[in-house]
């Protein structure tokens, strides 16, 4: 599976941004996308997923301000990440990620970098 993402940028407080991962390659149809992030100095720590059937989960520290939705295709998935009332610390190299059930096997795209400024 390969993993193509892109939206990130530099955008001040409060501003928004969405992030987007296009999944190509050879997939089963129970999966998860999703996506992870890490800050400068930080571990890499999950944002938020997406099942195969729309069922998602957010870490607490992004609850009301992200939200994140995938589109129905089999062939070539997508994963959206609305990102609101960013705050400095959101700050982060966000990683899309695909998860397949049956194998027990992760994917990880390239990254993309989110600045938000104060």
């Known amino acids: 599976v390969q993993l193509q993402a892109s939206g990130g940028g530099l955008v001040q407080a409060g501003e928004s941004l969405t992030l987007s991962c296009a999944a190509s390659?050879?997939?089963?149809?129970?999966?998860?996308m999703g996506w992870h992030r890490q800050a400068p100095g930080k571990q890499r720590e999950l944002v938020a997923d997406i099942s195969n059937s729309g069922r998602a989960n957010y870490a607490d520290f992004v609850k009301g301000r992200f939200t994140i939705s995938r589109d129905s295709s089999r062939d070539n998935p997508k994963v959206y990440l609305q990102m609101h009332s960013l705050k400095p610390e959101d700050t982060a190299v966000y990683y899309c990620?695909?998860?397949?059930?049956?194998?027990?096997?992760?994917?990880w795209g390239r990254g993309t970098l989110v600045t938000v400024s104060s």
């Open positions: 390659g050879r997939m089963f149809t129970l999966n998860t």
């Open positions: 990620y695909f998860y397949q059930i049956p194998e027990r096997r992760e994917y």
